[in-house]
């Protein structure tokens, strides 16, 4: 007759342990779970970040729309000295500026004062001598090539470019900027229609995570193969 210890062993079942690389998955469960938890966090606290500095940014504007050049300078010095009174750098504290700058762009549009047509915010210009020169120069320049198409400004590029001496090059750059300042609006309104459609999607694909039905899964799964 089989000992009770015989029979035990011959019926035990062998449990497969689930393995991630060469430890025990449940050794890993607890740090893995907080990490999506943690995750989860940081993204909620980015999204609100981002909040607060689009409010921030407008808040600015609120101050510097239509200022003149001087009174902008103001404006950063008092903004960088709040940032420098935190332990940034002089560096540091202008390059923060000059993101919230670029942001503030980015947001909202003024009123150009010759056609009346709406145009991204851009920092006031210096009123210096200088500045004014170059400003009349550039105006200049823009007039002399008015009449040039851009196509015929893009085979003018390109032949100073195949000349290729130094002041051949500087021509092809001033040219290449006249393309880029004609084609800026167009630019800045596709720009505009791509964010509307990259919002929208992103919006459609957090509802649908949330839905957590059948057709919604479907839909995530299609539009990730779509997107590869």
């Known amino acids: 007759m089989a000992s009770v210890n015989t029979v035990a062993a011959s019926s035990a079942v062998a449990v497969a342990v689930s393995m991630i690389g060469d430890r ?12 999506g938890e943690e995750t989860l966090a940081a993204e909620k606290m980015l999204e609100r970040g981002e909040e607060l500095l689009d409010t921030l940014a407008g808040n600015m504007f609120d101050i510097v729309q239509g200022l003149p050049y001087d009174q902008f300078m103001v404006v950063r010095d008092f903004y960088k000295a709040g940032v420098i009174d935190k332990g940034r750098t002089d560096d540091a504290a202008q ?6 700058c670029t942001r503030m762009a980015k947001l909202f549009t003024v009123k150009d004062p010759e056609t009346g047509a709406s145009v ?5 210009t210096s009123v210096s001598p200088d500045a004014v ?6 105006a200049e320049e823009i007039q002399k090539l008015a009449a040039v198409s851009d196509g015929e400004l893009l085979d003018l590029r390109d032949a100073h470019l195949r000349k290729g001496d130094s002041k051949s090059i500087a021509q092809a750059q001033k040219l290449a900027k006249e393309i880029e300042r004609r084609n ?25 995570g949330k839905a ?15 997107l590869g």
């Open 95 to 100: 390059k923060m500026f000059e993101r919230t």
């Open 212 to 226: 957590g039905t059948e057709d919604a899964d479907t839909l995530l799964l299609n539009t990730l193969a779509m």
């Open 120 to 124: 991204a915010w851009k920092k006031p």
């Open 24 to 35: 025990p998955a449940v050794e890993l469960q607890d740090t893995i779970f907080c990490i």
């Open 184 to 208: 800026a609006d167009s630019l800045e309104v596709e720009k505009a229609q791509r964010k509307m459609m990259v919002d929208k999607i992103i919006a459609r694909v957090k509802d649908l």
């Open 133 to 138: 020169r170059k400003a009349a120069k550039r």
